[in-house]
């Protein structure tokens, strides 16, 4: 299973997904510190050296592991103006008798509630369920983040229920709730297609 070729991108008019690389550094340093006080309330504990040039390089390489092996795919956001704006992970993939995934995503503070995200996971959940032939994704996000709440619900997931100390986020474990797609609804969405 190859999702696609590294030189290759998923791309529609408004933003570009596409695996990160060493060109993309400066960009990702920049923004992931810029919008430090917006992400960390939701992510894991940032350690010193987080956006260091050795760190990033670390991240690219076990990106690239992950990748060969199937276990994940890591992608950068780019608007139409090839501004990187945030990113977004596939991770937990299961296939066999599950055929699932999970997502995990970020997006930089000048960047938020501005349609990238949603546009961004629109445009990979349908390559999930056409090209990788998933049968579910999975997403789980913090109750009081309303935000991603929201972004979930409108792009068709659906609630499915609450963890408690779910994931250890900026050191704290924290409950999540938890959130699902299923390809037979995405279909049910997109006016009964079949992908």
């Known amino acids: 299973m190859v999702f696609y070729n590294k030189n290759q991108s998923i791309s529609s008019s408004e933003i570009t997904l596409k695996y990160p690389s060493i060109f993309d550094y400066k960009s990702w340093k920049f923004l992931r510190e810029k ?3 917006f992400l960390t309330p939701w992510e894991p504990t940032w350690r010193p050296g987080e956006h260091s040039f050795n760190r990033y390089l670390k991240l690219l390489s076990i990106y690239s592991q992950k990748r060969k092996n199937n276990l994940q795919y890591s992608f950068f956001i780019f608007n139409s103006d090839n501004e990187l704006v945030g990113g977004v992970n596939v ?4 296939t066999g008798i599950s ?7 970020w997006i930089g503070q000048n960047h938020s509630r501005k349609g990238y995200m949603r546009n961004a996971l629109k ?14 994704i999975e997403a789980a ?7 991603s709440k929201n972004l979930l619900i409108n792009i068709g997931f ?3 229920g609450y963890a408690k100390e779910f994931l250890r986020i900026n050191g704290k474990w924290e409950d999540h709730l938890l959130f699902a797609l299923t390809k037979k609804k995405y279909n049910e969405i997109n006016n009964g297609q079949k992908y």
């Open 35 to 37: 919008s430090r006080a």
């Open 141 to 147: 996000c913090i109750p009081r983040n309303i935000a």
């Open 91 to 94: 991770f937990n993939i299961k």
């Open 158 to 160: 659906e609630e499915e």
């Open 123 to 136: 445009l990979l959940i349908k390559q999930l369920f056409v090209e990788l032939k998933f049968n579910r």
């Open 99 to 105: 055929q699932s995934c999970t997502l995990g995503y």
